[in-house]
């Protein structure tokens, strides 16, 4: 080979070499003097989230919780709702906090649009989405309150855990983690969190006057009270046209009452709950209805 | 002959459909069994209102007030008994607390009499403005008075009188220009006075030449030293009755946006504000009717109706005769901002300009597919917006990242969603937008 042009390489390698060299030191320089300084127990919490990004805890993303929650000595540990008792003692652990009870909880739609065999006052075509039909004249359905049924739960739910079924959403047990992101897109209000220990559940959400509801829905809550009267434990009240439940006072109650409020209440609103498979037969109820 | 005026940028010209209405008298109906008034009738505040359940009130009586913030009193229509302060049936809110009225058919009507306008100060005019709950009537439903009592920064120079009337279907402001020009004319040298100002512009588009002939007529008799009241002719386009496109149809000035007109000097009331101006300060009667245009191919007998504030859609159906077979819409306002409604229990407001009765033939259901990029709305936008890429954002999820685009600048006009062959519903998408965008 020509000894001129191995020279030429044997240059180019070390000219090249020389200036890898610069800036790897400059670099290495850099990144020691305007290194950031991270907590690494903010890189360990965070490594122990799910990473759903879901917004449940009120926090921007995991990384917003993780950062909160280790500085902040106020916040719980357990406000992963995706993560379950699994991340929560994970979290008391890293960030030494004391663990309280998780509560079960789940996305309940208070809503019995199909079961009262609701009609529609129009027929509205346009964008798809609840909150653009709400535009409108407060959406197709006669009552006000009730579920527009064009499943922007269902979109926006970050684990998938609702199905449109007959343009109603149907929750399922397995996937809800109860974040409320659902809660906070739905234009009607109609999706509650409770917990999954209730003993009673009450699928509506009408602050409409009887006269009004009787009109439009077969079996939505007229405001006649009769719940309020019936409970021995007050645990049943009525604001702003809307019937309300203390589940902790219920619970605290027990099964002594032989839920008065749903054997009393004229409209069969008040339902027993019983958790998770309760739900999911009510799915299939549902379905019954529709179909 | 001169090319007439008109905006530089955007606008459409769907059909106009006025021939159904434009030449019907203004008709007074008459007064139903029962009126429901709703509080919340202008832009601001709700009234609370004045008066308990049970109680009689006289006609013109003041019902309810705005205790605190923007707003107007509101009038009693009709002499009767309060029935309930209940909830009614409203185009956009679905619901809203209002006032029922049970009519007291006996009572005798009141006659105004004429008083002399010229002598009083400025300020006491405007305070009669205020006190006959009088607002922009043609559509915007901001209160007059304080809209002619505009910032000091800027002086004012000319005061714009709005008988564009671009939507289609409508003719209410054409019947009151043709048939109540001395008023209108009267209103707008009030509106001066009480500006201090010399110059007023009265803006007509020119499918409307009997109203055009008619206002030039009356501008000239009524325009003396201390006022110049004149008629621009305007060539018909949409949105041309949009504030800021009038301005610089008739003054060639461009309001910057989110500015105020009074930025250029400028001050726009409606013909038909003009006309409650006068009956407010120079009749001494408050704004409680409206004329209402009664259009479409769904009702039996089309009209102009002067009605009570507060007289139900149903009512007004009742009179005319019923609807005609085929209606499958029907829509309060004008065919490009109006509203649909689904139940005719809907009280007509102070801002009601139209109630429209439409067809299958008038109105277009098909649904509608995605964005094909041409452009056209581009073209027919008046502000200069892009609203295919605020809808492409909407159905993306991600309608609070629309601010950028100027979605703030949109005033709904339709112009979009009128030209796009795709059928996208444009304006619902740009409602949408500026709901997330705020709550951001």
């Avoid at chain 2, 007030?65 to 923007?70: A, S």
């Avoid at chain 2, 003054?251 to 000097?265: D, H, M, Q």
Wanted: with cysteine.
């Amino acid at each position: 080979m020509d000894p001129e042009l191995i020279k030429i390489a044997i240059g180019g390698l070390v000219l090249l070499g020389c200036i890898g060299l610069f800036f790897g030191i400059g670099l290495a320089i850099a990144a020691h003097k305007f290194a950031v300084e991270v907590n690494p127990l903010i890189e360990e919490v965070l490594e122990s989230l799910p990473l759903a990004q879901c917004g449940g805890c009120g926090y921007p993303g995991c990384e917003g919780y993780a950062i909160a929650v280790v500085n902040n000595p106020d916040v719980p540990p357990n406000l992963c709702f995706p993560g379950k008792e699994k991340v929560a003692a994970r979290v008391a652990e890293l960030t030494g906090k004391k663990l309280t009870a998780l509560e079960d909880q789940i996305a309940l739609v208070r809503c019995s649009r199909l079961e009262g065999r609701v009609s529609h006052k129009h027929e509205y075509y346009g964008f798809a989405s609840c909150t653009a039909a709400n535009l409108s004249f407060g959406g197709p359905s006669a009552c006000q309150y009730a579920c527009i049924g064009l499943g922007e739960c269902a979109d926006v739910c970050p684990f998938g855990a609702i199905e449109m079924v007959e343009n109603f959403p149907v929750v399922n047990p397995d996937k809800c983690v109860s974040c409320g992101v659902c809660v906070r897109t739905c234009p009607k209000k109609v999706i509650e969190i409770q917990t999954m220990k209730a003993r009673i559940y009450v699928p509506c959400s009408t602050k409409d006057l009887g006269k009004n509801v009787k009109q439009v829905c077969q079996v939505g809550c007229i405001g006649c009270k009769m719940c309020v009267k019936a409970c021995p434990a007050k645990a049943v009240s009525y604001e702003d046209g809307l019937v309300k439940i203390d589940h902790k006072a219920c619970i605290a109650y027990g099964p002594s009452c032989e839920t008065a409020c749903v054997t009393k209440c004229p409209r069969e609103i008040f339902r027993p709950y019983k958790g998770r498979d309760a739900i999911a037969r009510g799915g299939v109820n549902i379905l019954k209805m529709a179909g | 002959m001169l090319s007439l005026f008109t905006f530089p940028q955007g606008g459409v010209h769907p059909p106009e459909k006025k021939e159904l209405t434009a030449n019907l008298q203004i008709e007074t109906m008459p007064v139903p069994d029962e009126l429901e008034i709703i509080l919340g009738q202008h832009i601001g505040a709700p009234c609370t209102p004045t008066v308990a359940k049970r109680a009689e009130v006289k006609e013109g009586e003041m019902i309810g007030q705005v205790t605190k913030g923007l707003g107007v009193p509101l009038h009693s229509p009709v002499a009767g008994k309060v029935k309930d302060l209940g909830m009614s049936v409203h185009p956009m809110r679905t619901s809203a607390p209002s006032i029922t009225i049970t009519v007291d058919h006996g009572a005798v009507p009141l006659v105004y009499e004429k008083q002399d306008w010229e002598s009083q100060e400025a300020k006491e005019l405007l305070a009669r403005v205020h006190d006959a709950g009088i607002i922009g009537i043609g559509g915007a439903g901001f209160p007059t008075h304080v809209k002619l009592s505009p910032p000091t920064d800027n002086p004012i120079n000319t005061l714009i009188l709005n008988g564009a009337e671009c939507e289609p279907y409508i003719t209410a402001d054409h019947r009151q220009m043709v048939e109540h020009v001395t008023e209108v004319v009267e209103g707008a040298k009030i509106i001066l006075k009480i500006l201090g100002i010399q110059k007023c512009i009265i803006g007509i588009e020119n499918n409307k030449p009997d109203a055009i002939a008619a206002m030039i007529k009356a501008a000239k008799e009524g325009s003396t030293s201390r006022y110049l009241v004149s008629v621009n002719a305007l060539k018909v386009k949409y949105p041309q009755g949009s504030e800021k496109q009038l301005i610089q149809a008739v003054t060639n000035r461009k309001v910057p946006a989110f500015a105020l007109p009074s930025a250029v000097g400028v001050v726009v009331q409606n013909v038909s504000t003009a006309r409650a101006v006068y009956d407010a300060v120079a009749l001494g009667k408050p704004l409680c009717e409206k004329v209402v245009t009664i259009s479409g191919k769904g009702i039996t007998r089309p009209a102009n109706l002067l009605v009570k504030i507060g007289t139900k859609v149903s009512d007004i159906v009742a009179y005319l005769g019923g609807t005609a077979p085929g209606l499958t819409k029907v829509v309060m306002g004008g065919p490009m901002m109006g509203f649909a409604i689904s139940n005719l229990d809907v009280p007509v407001t102070k801002t009601t300009s139209a109630v429209l009765f439409l067809t299958e033939g008038e109105i277009d259901t098909r649904p509608h597919s995605q964005c094909i990029r041409c452009g056209w709305c581009l073209d027919a936008c008046p502000m200069g917006l892009e609203p295919k890429e605020i809808g492409i954002y909407v159905e993306a999820n991600r309608a609070e990242d629309t601010e950028p685009l100027g979605v703030f600048e949109c005033f709904e006009c339709g112009s979009c969603a009128y030209v796009c062959p795709a059928k996208r519903p444009l304006v619902q998408f740009i409602r949408l937008a500026k709901m997330k965008a705020k709550r951001k």
